[in-house]
């Protein structure tokens, strides 16, 4: 069975650090286009920070740019997202996706892209406490 399990969340003080991960099985990350998506109450999915090891490039929202860091490991297929200095607003539930199609990252992490993801995680509840 394909599956992606999101862990790593948490509740962490604002200026605090969390990391993300995200194990893939049934299938493996190499020339995956892999993202972390989020969503809040009230608001609409976020595409967070996005990754292609096919393109060697990565993409992260606005929101979190200089804060956090999307990587992945092969070897145990698995992508991480490091989060520091985290905030109020980073406050969700975290969501990675996978799709074998090498897509760039920028595509990925915008709303259509997110749509076409063929595999999604159960999310992973971060809190930030201000």
């Known amino acids: 069975e394909v599956q992606l399990q999101a862990s790593g969340g948490g509740l962490v003080q604002a200026g605090g650090s969390l990391r993300l991960s995200c194990a893939a099985s049934?299938?493996?990350?190499?020339?995956?286009?892999i993202g972390w998506f989020r969503q809040a109450p009230g608001k609409e999915r976020e595409g967070v920070s996005c990754?292609?090891?096919?393109?060697?490039?990565?993409y992260y929202a606005d929101s979190v740019k200089g804060r956090f860091t999307i990587s992945s490991d092969n070897a145990k297929n698995t992508v991480y997202l490091q989060m520091s200095s985290l905030e109020a607003g980073d406050t969700a539930v975290y969501y990675c996706a996978a799709d074998p199609v090498p897509y760039y990252p920028d595509y990925v992490c915008r709303p259509e892209g997110a749509y076409g993801m063929d595999y999604w995680g159960k999310g992973t509840q971060v809190t930030v406490s201000s």
């Open positions: 049934g299938f493996t990350f190499d020339d995956y286009s």
């Open positions: 990754i292609s090891s096919k393109h060697g490039s990565t």
